[in-house]
């Protein structure tokens, strides 16, 4: 089916939505920031992924052969961004009381089940830092050898000072954090700049090795640049990461670039918001909610796929157990209307004309979906709507194909049982809710109250006259 909308995506290093082109015709470099391995990745974590996935998908929808590289951070990502604190993965080990190697290892098995339950597409390239030091030295010898590096009694350090646009993606006031600066720069020529290697100093290290300038271990941005050089080239088509990425790491990886090959490193720079939690950053709300903590409370891990998709993703997505439950039975409501429409039917072409020129617009998920639900409302035939959803779901990622007649599938009836019984509750009616609950109970469903909402689970039958 031919398509009239051409892709655009917003790049942040322009700050405009533009039109994209790949550098090599049909064929897509993407690099994606992976995940730090000294823990488990929270749901916030994931969202980014949720988008890298999104991303890629829509680019092969479009006709593209996509070379999906992520890193895996196992060394060298300090608890600050500011080059101070310990290695993220020496605290890991030191809590868990593992070496730094097994956690990496264990946390990162765990990091690829969580993308599987989600029905993320594994990268086609996932690269170590830990596999990839000597490309990272010879990265470091090369910026070192063109004047833009200087050493200091605990590492290596660039010079953003030697960068005429140093901080453009984040359009970083350099003069104005300069003065501003509460903290010492020690050794450090300005505030912005970055090490590329650390010394090991006294404390003992797990993780380290020889180079040209002492034993020590790669600056955390290092790795990207090297790695990335060496599965995409010294300029590729997108980079994507998390907004958190934007004015240090991601910024100081295209000044490695620039100093080395006069480069931006990436044509498209795109980014995922955060999701938060009770209106904060996951990281600063003292709650880190995990993907096993969804499953624990018998949620499907495909219905915060669902969630995230509700929100465009230069949205902050608020996420609470009210909007996953609310995901829940919109996922559950299109699986059922699926299993009821036949086979043999064909993609509807100006509703999928409405579908791709969204996700074509910069990912405008929001809008997708509202075309869905329009589709399910519409007067389109039963099996050209199974077809053109299954069309829709090469996108989505929903496994809307792979529903099975079995699978459990809470009817309508009983959701509106369960909404009555909000209905009488709020109007303090207890024993109209007693009696909602058990009609509820007598056709096989439990109903558990939350606050604020429900949530509807089966029951075995034996369990009905309890």
Not at 364 to 374: F, G
Request: proline share 3%.
């Amino acid at each position: 089916m031919s398509n009239h909308y051409p892709l655009h995506l917003f790049d942040s290093y322009r700050r405009d939505i533009v039109k994209f082109e790949s550098i090599e015709p049909e064929k897509v470099g993407l690099y994606a920031c992976g995940p730090t391995v000294y823990d488990f990745a929270h749901i916030g974590n994931l969202r980014t992924y949720l988008l890298v996935d999104l991303l890629r998908r829509t680019l092969e929808f479009n006709g593209y052969q996509v070379n999906h590289v992520m890193n895996i951070t196992d060394v060298g990502h300090l608890v600050s961004d500011a080059d101070s604190g310990e290695d993220k993965m020496e605290k890991g080990s030191r809590k868990r009381k593992q070496s730094a190697w097994d956690i990496a290892l264990y946390f990162e098995e765990c990091f690829f089940k969580d993308l599987n339950l989600l029905n993320i597409k594994t990268p086609g390239i996932v690269c170590r830092a830990t596999d990839h030091i000597d490309e990272q030295i010879e990265f470091v010898k090369a910026l070192e050898e063109k004047g833009f590096t200087y050493e200091t009694s605990d590492g290596v350090y660039f010079d953003t000072a030697k960068l005429d646009d140093y901080g453009h993606l984040a359009r970083l006031d350099i003069q104005g954090l300069q003065a501003g600066a509460r903290v010492e720069f020690k050794e450090k020529r300005n505030i912005t700049d970055f090490a590329l290697w650390k010394f090991c100093g006294d404390e003992p290290r797990q993780m380290k090795w020889q180079s040209p300038w002492g034993e020590g271990f790669p600056g955390w941005h290092i790795e990207c640049s090297a790695m990335a050089e060496r599965y995409l080239g010294t300029m590729f088509d997108i980079h994507l990461g998390g907004e958190d990425h934007i004015a240090v790491h991601h910024s100081n990886e295209i000044a490695q670039s620039q100093a080395r090959y006069k480069t931006h490193m990436a044509n498209f720079w795109m980014h995922g918001y955060f999701l938060q939690i009770d209106k904060q950053k996951v990281a600063k709300s003292g709650k880190s909610i995990l993907l096993s903590d969804l499953v624990e409370k018998k949620f499907d891990p495909l219905a915060y796929r669902y969630l995230a998709l509700t929100s465009h993703y230069r949205s902050r997505l608020n996420f609470t157990w009210q909007s996953l439950e609310g995901a829940s039975r919109a996922l559950s409501r299109l699986r059922r209307v699926m299993l009821t429409y036949p086979d043999g039917g064909k993609v509807d072409e100006s509703y999928s004309r409405q579908f791709v020129a969204k996700l074509n617009h910069d990912l405008n998920t929001p809008e997708a979906l509202a075309v869905l639900w329009k589709l399910v409302q519409s007067q389109v035939s039963a099996a050209d709507k199974k077809a053109t959803i299954l069309y829709f779901n090469q996108l989505l990622g929903l496994n809307l194909h792979n529903i099975k007649a079995d699978e459990v599938i809470i009817p309508d009836d009983v959701i509106r049982l369960a909404e009555q019984r909000i209905l009488v509750r709020k109007n303090q009616d207890w024993q109209a809710s007693d009696r909602l609950r058990d009609v509820i109970l007598e056709q096989g469903y439990a109903v558990e109250d939350l606050k604020p909402g429900y949530r509807i689970t089966p029951v075995k039958m034996d369990q009905d006259n309890e």
